[in-house]
């Protein structure tokens, strides 16, 4: 059995609250999170849709993001497609990834004729494509966190939000960071990954997102 690198020494407490904090920041309920925060902080950015619209879009971003591909891999699993919707090997995550990259692109596909909300949406929506096609590739040699490949996005588009619109947000940065370190500790008190895994999903989400913005943001 492969071993990985942090010692839980039998806390169940830990076990538990790592748990929930995976759950709670699963990486497909990450988009959902950068839309509400868009929405709270650039609210301006939003003039052009009516208060029924950007719920209409919020609930499309969650649904495209995180709804369908999650019953994507319900379904792969009651078929016996894969061996259980928590994807623990690197087998079991080849067609989820390409699921989800096909929402990926559909989403940032849509995106790109919407002009009633923030443009920086379109490289964001466009970063995290990539990074379903990175975690494919990797994928056939390690088996590369999702939760920090999307922690780190989130991180790196916050970061890019702030300097493209010229905002002074330095909490909410610092908020992203902590959170980041907080889900990569918890997959491996969990014992999902071990920190090449962690630190290597990082670098895939924040390079992504620097790829998608300098890729899109003109365009």
Aim: aromatic share 20%; hydrophobic share 50%.
């Amino acid at each position: 059995m492969k071993q990985y690198s942090l010692n839980t020494s039998g806390s169940k407490f830990l076990l538990i609250t790592a748990r929930i904090l995976s759950y709670l920041f699963h990486p497909l309920f990450l988009p959902t999170f950068v839309f509400f925060w868009m929405s709270y902080r650039f609210p301006y950015l939003f003039a052009g849709m009516s208060v029924q619209g950007l719920l209409f879009r919020k609930i499309t971003v969650f649904w495209t993001t995180a709804f369908f591909p999650a019953v994507a891999v319900f379904l792969l699993s009651k078929l016996q497609f894969v061996d259980s919707i928590y994807l623990k090997t690197q087998k079991d995550r080849i067609i989820p990834y390409i699921i989800t990259m096909f929402f990926y692109w559909w989403i940032w596909y849509l995106s790109r004729s919407f002009t009633d909300q923030p443009s920086l949406l379109k490289p964001f929506y466009f970063g995290i494509f990539l990074t379903t096609i990175f975690g494919l590739i990797i994928n056939n040699f390690i088996k590369i966190s999702l939760h920090t490949i999307g922690a780190g996005s989130v991180a790196a588009f916050s970061f890019i939000a702030c300097l493209h619109y010229q905002r002074h947000l330095g909490a909410d940065i610092a908020i992203c960071l902590i959170l980041s370190g907080v889900i990569g500790s918890a997959r491996l008190v969990n014992n999902s990954h071990n920190s090449v895994e962690i630190y290597s999903g990082y670098l895939v989400g924040i390079l992504c997102q620097v790829l998608g913005y300098f890729l899109m943001v003109e365009s």
